[in-house]
């Protein structure tokens, strides 16, 4: 168990639908990153949050939204589903949000869009 | 395009043979770090390298940032069945602003 807890494990949904997952920090990590894994990409950096504020942002989709909320635990949104959105979601902790940090991960979120 | 580019894509080997994967990228890292990714879970760190021409080892296991930090290097010596697993080098540089950026990875495959 590496302290980082995500939910859903697994998520299946169907296209245009909306699913939230969700992501408890390590404790005593102050800042989250969304990833997101795919055969052909590879895992994506989606955005990272430090504290409750947004930190940095990488290849997401203006559909996709996520925060960071006063107890650190953190949300992202997807909406307006895919069939190319399926993939695992990556949430990630760090004890703070600069540069050469060491990231510990969750187990991810599967989802399935049919 | 990948800012890092990690070859060889897919590796399968015997145990006990030797392996390298690589790691490299036309921009300069601050650091590197190579992480390992069993199915089913997440990426777990392995080493961080900071300094230019640095060496460091855990076990059988050799990683070296090149001179220049703009590539790297993981050895795997007499590799064994639990070694199997998704190798992802990863890095921050001015251009990836403070995210850490991860390459696609080696998939590593070894049998008894």
């Known amino acids: 168990d590496s302290g980082v807890t995500q939910t859903p494990k697994h998520l299946i949904t169907a296209t245009g639908q909306r699913v939230t997952l969700r992501c408890s920090p390590r404790s005593g990590d102050l800042s989250v990153y969304w990833y997101q894994q795919s055969l052909d990409q590879g895992l994506q950096f989606l955005i990272q949050y430090y504290n409750g504020e947004e930190r940095a942002k990488g290849n997401i989709l203006e559909r996709f939204s996520a925060q960071q909320f006063p107890d650190l635990h953190s949300e992202l949104n997807l909406s307006s589903l895919e069939l190319g959105d399926s993939a695992l979601y990556f949430c990630?902790?760090?004890?703070?949000?600069?540069?050469?940090?060491?990231?510990?991960f969750g187990a991810g979120s599967r989802l399935t869009v049919l | 395009t990948q800012l890092l580019e990690q070859s060889p894509q897919f590796l399968s080997i015997q145990e006990g043979e030797n392996l390298t994967v690589y790691c490299n990228s036309s921009s300069v890292f601050s650091s590197l770090q190579w992480y390992r990714q069993e199915p089913g879970e997440g990426p777990v760190l392995l080493v961080t390298v900071v300094t230019g021409g640095e060496v460091k080892k855990l076990k059988r296991l050799t990683f070296q940032f090149g001179d220049a930090r703009k590539d790297s290097s993981l050895h795997i010596t007499a590799a064994q069945p639990g070694d199997t697993g998704l190798y992802l080098c990863a890095g921050t540089s001015n251009q990836a602003g403070t995210a850490l950026i991860f390459g696609k990875g080696t998939t590593l495959s070894v049998s008894s």
């Open positions: 990630a902790s760090s004890v703070t949000g600069a540069g050469a940090n060491v990231l510990t």
